[in-house]
């Protein structure tokens, strides 16, 4: 695809949006259509077949289903629309995102456990284990694969595990994981996950979706229906039935994440995951070199997301040296942690190694800028 002309590039360190390239920028610009035109639905079902693909599921078994919304919308419609009349929804908590799934629950008066661990640490499974026995009407089990907020990895494979064999259906937010660390939906137990278009596809926002399993979303027909707008089923049927949303979907998104699919198998799973990890490394090693600290151990780590603990010095500020970087083209973003502050910079979008080498001019600069001493303090 030509692009008329090159579009100033940002370098996005935050977890998304993610930087894109410009073919996928340029995809958006398209005749006018109807999105209820046969040409365009003929393109959602290739869309909707190559998110499957993506986690290696097979299409018998597996669907997405896609909604106009942000990543939020994904979690609160499986939890609203995958849990029967009786059932009891755990959410598997240690950070931010599965918190935002316990308010979900509790929006919608589910009847829920918020099972806490702390932030900066795996979910103990045995205790995961204990609960699942304690409670037989848990019906389903929903928690985050890498939580944004700090960038530990969850062991999604071994907690869908343990929802399976106590019966219950397993719901991961992959948002920040799926399209960047390679997921197999089967071999890692998940009924169902979910991403974004604006994160590990390196699209845009508006476009979100749920790839999960046909017969579940099947049976599902019958739950109680709790939302209009936002019900798996609903638009499940709507799809197999039309081809089409069931409300107008984001039309422009959706010709760029087409783009950035072609880009994506172009790439290829494993040289994608490689670059990401480059990247990764390279943002350990600048921080390491100026002296800070990160907050989760680094084997724990998604491997997208660093998570990095304020300097104490009195002349550190995250907004002065934010604004420095932004204003040559690098963001940086804040934390996720109510009891530490930091800041994070992610791994995801259309970026690769010498990038990082380029912020972290810029990042030492602003530190300079700011009189911040290097290498950076800690009491
Ligand atoms: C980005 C993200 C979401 C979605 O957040 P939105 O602000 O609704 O786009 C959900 N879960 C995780 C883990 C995320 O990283």
């Not at 597996?62 to 629309?81: A, E, K, P, R, W």
């Amino acid at each position: 695809m030509k692009v008329p002309y090159s579009v100033k590039r940002n370098v996005l360190l935050n977890p998304g949006p993610s930087t894109t390239t410009d073919t996928v920028k340029f995809a958006q610009i398209v005749p006018d259509i109807c999105p209820r035109e046969a040409e365009f639905g003929g393109l959602m079902k290739g869309l909707r077949e190559d998110l499957v693909k993506i986690v290696h599921g097979d299409l018998e078994k597996y669907t997405s289903v896609l909604f106009c919304g942000s990543g939020t919308i994904n979690i609160d419609v499986c939890l609203n629309s995958l849990l029967p009349e009786g059932g009891k929804v755990l959410v598997v908590n240690n950070g931010a995102y599965s918190t935002r799934a316990v308010e979900i629950c509790s929006y919608y008066g589910l009847p829920h456990i918020d099972l806490q661990f702390p932030v900066d640490q795996r979910p103990d499974l045995e205790v995961v284990e204990q609960t699942l026995k304690d409670n037989p009407d848990i019906a389903l089990v929903h928690t985050t694969h890498n939580e944004t907020g700090t960038g530990i990895l969850n062991p999604i494979r071994e907690i869908g595990e343990l929802a399976h064999r106590y019966n219950a259906v397993f719901t991961v937010d992959t948002t920040s994981t799926y399209a960047m660390r390679p997921i197999d939906i089967e071999k890692d137990n998940i009924d169902f996950c979910m991403a974004s278009a604006q994160k590990g596809l390196m699209a845009f926002t508006g476009l979100s979706f749920i790839v999960g399993n046909r017969s579940i979303i099947e049976q599902s027909a019958g739950y109680p229906k709790r939302s209009y707008y936002c019900n798996l089923y609903m638009q499940y049927d709507f799809f197999e039935r039309t081809g089409e949303m069931h409300f107008t979907p984001p039309v422009q998104t959706i010709y760029s994440t087409i783009q950035a699919l072609k880009e994506y198998w172009a790439e290829g799973e494993q040289a994608k995951w490689a670059r990401h990890t480059r990247v990764f490394n390279a943002i350990h090693e600048g921080l390491d070199e100026l002296g800070f600290k990160d907050v989760i151990k680094r084997e724990e780590q998604a491997g997208l997301v660093v998570s990095a603990i304020y300097p104490d010095d009195p002349n550190w500020s995250f907004e002065k040296v934010h604004d420095y970087c932004y204003e040559r083209g690098f963001t940086i973003y804040p934390g996720k942690i109510s009891t530490t502050n930091t800041f994070r910079l992610c791994a995801l979008g259309a970026i690769d190694e010498q990038d990082i080498r380029d912020f972290f001019e810029v990042f030492r600069e602003a530190l300079e800028h700011c009189s911040v001493k290097i290498p950076v303090q800690y009491n």
